[in-house]
């Protein structure tokens, strides 16, 4: 397969994409759409702001896999052309800084992860340029694009054994497992300079710690980073500090922060060079509740500011405008997320673009030119100028397919629970929704806990519309995006507060007259799957229930897991404190009191939540006689990544839920194809 250089590719218009479609019919969402919507990603503006590259991945259901190609899309968004389209896949596309490559990563012909390959604009193929042991994991340009920062790991002590018998997996670290990393040996990250023009690569801060986030200064000489270098065993803490070196062989790194916990990139340096701005976490011990803030730190050393304090809102990808005066950067806050801009000086946020929205990555030249993902309830991520204000358009991945379908109504909802909390979410109403009529509702609880549902795309959400059920999204006490107490509310009380919370959005839509009383349902996956077992143990009104990647007996998960410091820092050591394990262990311990039908679902390499927790439950349930199902996914971790399983996955969630909450026979269903 070849690489399409930009001479040869296909460029289209906006001419191209008319409105010949407008008066056909709009049809539901059904389960095969997941094969036609595209994830679009990554937006990177040239440096002469003329062309904004990005991802997209699109699903091939015969292969059964998803691949990333590069595009580009013109500024004035005439053209759209595919500059890659290798089967291998294609990621991390960077501008060199006089815009003549377009660098990407690829694993094609790589043998041992992704490779760093650039694209001449001026024509030809692609070309790899590197040929390292181990896979890049991000890069960066040096200013005057001669060099690269490589984020690579060490290669493991074996790694160019020839001798195929398996070894066994020794271990002696107290993290010792990561979902989708497997069992961790002691190996470590690391950044290396890589020369151009003499293809040789140098580990730039060798040692016995990871380091990461590579970032360069104005003027080449020097390099921010990200580390992690407390005393002792590194795993049995959560700090890690900012530090900048030389960008040469030898150079010693200098520390620029000292704060108790997380401290560290995406970095952006000011115009000047002398100042880093960078994100400063929670206190560490609320691992699984962090708020980033904006800060600021001189180079030379001194004290940091944070700039942010007042937003208590969860910050990212900070960028300095051509000035220096001012930072722009991301943030969430309350089912939205925003860019916003923040005089150095200090003061309030100016918000660059409002509405009901959801801005994702970005990317901005000197003089001010923004690139960013836009995407909404009603819209999949596309590719959109940022200017004065307003929106534009520049990618039309998803334009042909959305022209085709017909999607819900999604609403925002506030309310009281009994504990005196206000608590937000989304409603979403079912296709064709007629007031007055009452119908089936689902409880569909996000993960985290600290994420949030949001006004983004959600085919899942799209779906369950599409076959006649309303769905609600509460963001319970642990979400973000409503400030950093309302986050670690539930610190070491895990299944309280957001069961109240979750309770309380279904009484206020049943309230509404939107829910039948009678046809409620639960579910979600990951700590989703774990609050609808500790909703499920807790008050028998749902009629199904689906619990994803989950788990009850949490008592189980210490050393089965991959979060040991969250464990041993919010709830102690089993052995410590006993009591308060057994107790977050409820739904377990009292599943004699589960009447609800439940679906558990995992995968058999899961290492965040094993799939160990949703076999125990499955199997006090059936102990029970209450109706139960488990669906083990081979080889999938947490995330699953084959298409078919998220197809399979979809179908078994509508089939479940219609078969408790519309009597329909559990194969037939009426799930959307």
């Given at each position: 397969m070849r690489f399409h250089p930009i001479a040869a590719a296909l460029v289209v218009g906006f001419a191209s994409i008319v409105g010949a479609q407008n008066s056909v019919a709009?049809?539901?969402?059904?389960v095969g759409d997941m094969y036609r919507v595209k994830n679009v990603n990554d937006p990177q503006i040239s440096p002469d702001g003329k062309w904004v590259a990005y991802t997209v991945t699109s699903t091939d259901s015969a292969k059964d896999r998803s691949d990333t190609d590069v595009w580009m899309a013109s500024w004035d968004g005439s053209q759209t052309i595919q500059v890659t389209s290798s089967p291998d896949g294609e990621s991390n596309p960077r501008w060199s800084p006089d815009g003549r490559y377009l660098s990407f990563i690829s694993s094609r012909q790589a043998g041992k992860g992704g490779q760093l390959?650039?694209?001449?604009?001026?024509?030809?193929?692609?070309?790899?340029?590197t040929e390292l042991k181990t896979g890049i994991r991000d890069y960066e340009w040096s200013p005057d694009g001669k060099r690269l920062a490589l984020v690579m790991s060490d290669a493991a002590p074996d790694a160019d054994s020839t001798n195929k018998k398996p070894k066994p997996i020794v271990i002696d670290r107290?993290?010792?497992?990561?979902?989708?990393?497997?069992?961790?040996?002691?190996?470590?990250?690391?950044?290396?300079l890589f020369d151009i023009e003499t293809r040789q690569s140098t580990n730039l801060v060798p040692g016995l710690y990871d380091e990461g986030e590579p970032t360069w200064s104005p003027d080449g000489k020097r390099i921010a980073f990200e580390s992690k270098r407390a005393p002792g065993d590194l795993d049995r803490s959560n700090n890690s500090d900012v530090f900048v070196i030389e960008a040469r062989a030898g150079a010693t790194p200098k520390q620029l922060t000292t704060?108790?916990?997380?401290?560290?990139?995406?970095?952006?340096?000011?115009?000047?060079?002398?100042?880093?701005?960078?994100?400063?976490?929670?206190?560490?011990?609320f691992s699984a509740y962090n708020e980033d803030r904006l800060a600021i730190v001189p180079v030379t050393g001194g004290t940091p500011r944070i700039l942010t304090e007042s937003l208590d809102r969860p910050v990212s990808s900070p960028q300095f405008t051509a000035d220096g005066k001012s930072i722009v950067f991301a943030y969430t806050d309350d089912r939205a997320r925003y860019l916003g801009r923040i005089p150095l000086a200090g003061g309030s946020v100016e918000k660059l673009v409002d509405g009901r929205r959801v801005l994702g990555a970005y990317s901005m030249t000197p003089d001010g030119k923004i690139a960013v993902l836009n995407g909404a309830a009603n819209a999949p991520n596309e590719v959109f100028a940022l200017e004065n204000g307003a929106l534009r358009q520049l990618s039309h991945v998803n334009d042909a397919w959305a022209k085709e379908v017909q999607l819900a109504t999604t609403e925002d909802i506030s309310f009281k629970t009994k504990d005196g909390n206000e608590a937000h979410g989304l409603l979403v109403k079912p296709i064709g929704y007629a007031a007055g009529q009452k119908y089936p509702l689902l409880l569909r609880i996000h993960g985290g806990p600290n994420g949030q549902d949001q006004h983004s795309f959600s085919l899942e959400r799209e779906l369950f519309a599409a076959n006649g059920y309303a769905v609600l999204n509460v963001n319970y006490r642990g979400s973000n995006g409503r400030g950093e107490k309302y986050q670690q509310a539930i610190f070491a009380d895990w299944g309280n507060k957001e069961v109240v919370d979750l309770l309380a959005g279904v009484d206020y839509v049943v309230s509404m007259g939107v829910a039948d009383p009678d046809r409620l349902g639960i579910g979600g996956w990951s700590y989703g799957g774990i609050l609808t077992d500790y909703t499920i143990a807790t008050t028998s009104r749902f009629k199904a229930a689906i619990s994803g990647a989950g788990s009850a007996l949490q008592l189980s998960m210490y050393g089965s897991d991959?979060?040991?410091?969250?464990?041993?820092?919010?709830?102690?050591?089993?052995?410590?404190?006993?009591?308060?394990w057994i107790k977050l262990s409820y739904p377990f311990f009292h599943a004699d009191r589960i009447s609800t039908p439940t679906l558990f679902m995992g995968g058999d390499k899961d290492f965040n939540v094993p799939v160990i927790g949703g076999e125990q439950m499955y199997e006090a349930l059936r102990s029970l006689n209450v109706p139960a199902q488990l669906i083990v996914y081979p080889n999938q971790h947490h995330g699953l990544s084959l298409p078919s399983f998220n197809y399979d996955r979809l179908q078994r969630y509508v089939a479940w839920y219609d078969r408790f909450l519309k009597n329909a026979p559990i194969q037939a269903g009426t799930v959307r194809r």
């Open positions: 709009k049809r539901p969402i059904r390959w650039l694209l001449d604009r001026r024509g030809g193929e692609a070309k790899r340029v107290l993290h010792f497992k990561s979902d989708a990393g497997g069992y961790l040996d002691s190996t470590h990250t690391h950044i290396y704060f108790d916990g997380p401290d560290g990139g995406p970095f952006a340096w000011s115009p000047d060079g002398s100042l880093l701005a960078y994100l400063r976490g929670s206190e560490a011990k991959q979060y040991i410091y969250q464990y041993e820092h919010e709830l102690g050591a089993p052995w410590k404190s006993q009591d308060l």
